[in-house]
């Protein structure tokens, strides 16, 4: 079945009918990575030192049949990602091809990308991760900050956000941060999350509890001082000590061996401990599964605002 955008507030409204009402436990987000293939060696991702392992890469043909089972599981939403998800081809296909065949499945289609590569892709909702200022995001994520700018920069897309995951060296950025984005004409905003760590062979990145608290306190400060933060205020007061209610089984996943699994973003991707967890679009979907109010406005913001 086509879905057509237009119609997103009923078919919301059927998704929460058949998850309260009827009990049936469908997913709502799919976390799809198309490769491990990546351009950069980020200090805190460990997907790229798989990048040569047997499977790395998907075929069209998992892909398509990946999205097919996706969308027979009731999921709303994909985001496609890596690696380096630009970089993903097969034979004739392109990342653009996957977009435009999950756009006829999904409620809205988006792609997290390294901003390396020009960003045009066809998706619904663009997230270019920059992670920090010029020295820490280049610290971090090998020397691109000024390609990542260039492409920001001259981005047609007209859904851009900013990514950036927290951590040791950026965290006393966010402020600078979000007065460099604001000047960023082509972006419409910026999301935050925490370092988490896989042990599988980045660097070791975790904020101290008291780092996590002061930058969660200057989060929510620039977002009364009028600054595009989207992540909502009650959820990243939830995210000083994890102890808000994870509702997993409204995500699934995908990898670049075809492979799905139901549940928290890290199943059959590392070790899973709940109390080092840094995922805030787990903790806003959740929220917006409990319909808390800040949570589904940051999700309206974020995937249904035209």
């Given at each position: 079945?086509?879905?057509?955008?237009?119609?997103?507030?009923?078919?919301?409204?059927?998704?929460?009918?058949?998850?309260?009402?009827?009990?049936?436990?469908?997913?709502?987000?799919?976390?799809?990575?198309?490769?491990?293939?990546?351009?950069?060696?980020?200090?805190?991702?460990?997907?790229?030192?798989?990048?040569?392992?047997?499977?790395?890469?998907?075929?069209?043909?998992?892909?398509?049949?990946?999205?097919?089972?996706?969308?027979?599981?009731?999921?709303?939403?994909?985001?496609?990602?890596?690696?380096e998800p630009l970089l993903w081809r097969d034979g004739p296909y392109h990342l653009h091809d996957l977009v435009l065949y999950a756009r006829q499945h999904f409620l809205r289609v988006a792609v997290t990308t390294n901003g390396t590569l020009p960003l045009d892709?066809?998706?619904?909702?663009?997230w270019v991760s920059l992670d920090g200022m010029k020295e820490a995001h280049n610290k971090l994520r090998s020397d691109s900050f000024e390609r990542v700018c260039s492409n920001l920069q001259a981005a047609k897309h007209p859904r851009v956000f900013?990514?950036?995951?927290?951590?040791?060296?950026?965290?006393?950025?966010?402020?600078?941060?979000?007065?460099?984005?604001?000047?960023?004409?082509?972006?419409?905003?910026?999301?935050?999350?925490?370092?988490?760590?896989?042990?599988?062979?980045?660097?070791?990145?975790?904020?101290a509890a008291e780092e996590r608290r002061a930058v969660i306190a200057k989060l929510i400060e620039l977002k009364k001082r009028g600054f595009p933060v989207l992540n909502s205020s009650g959820r990243l007061k939830a995210m000083i000590d994890n102890r808000?209610?994870?509702?997993?089984?409204?995500?699934?996943?995908?990898?670049?061996?075809?492979?799905?699994?139901?549940?928290?973003?890290?199943?059959?991707?590392?070790?899973?401990?709940?109390?080092?967890?840094?995922?805030?679009?787990?903790?806003e979907a959740s929220g917006a599964l409990d319909l808390i109010p800040g949570s589904i406005l940051a999700g309206w913001r974020l995937f249904l605002k035209t």
């Open positions: 079945m086509k879905i057509m955008h237009r119609i997103w507030p009923f078919d919301l409204a059927s998704f929460y009918f058949q998850r309260k009402i009827c009990g049936r436990k469908i997913p709502l987000l799919a976390s799809f990575k198309i490769t491990y293939r990546c351009n950069l060696a980020c200090r805190a991702c460990p997907f790229h030192l798989r990048a040569e392992d047997e499977n790395s890469r998907m075929s069209w043909n998992t892909a398509v049949a990946a999205m097919e089972s996706l969308h027979r599981m009731g999921a709303r939403f994909i985001v496609f990602e890596g690696g892709v066809p998706a619904d909702i663009l900013i990514h950036c995951t927290l951590n040791r060296i950026n965290w006393r950025d966010v402020e600078p941060l979000a007065v460099f984005v604001q000047n960023i004409p082509t972006v419409k905003g910026m999301t935050f999350q925490f370092f988490y760590p896989y042990n599988q062979g980045e660097d070791d990145l975790a904020l808000w209610r994870c509702h997993d089984d409204i995500l699934i996943n995908v990898d670049p061996d075809g492979k799905i699994t139901k549940g928290c973003y890290v199943k059959s991707r590392g070790a899973i401990n709940c109390d080092a967890c840094g995922f805030t679009p787990v903790a």
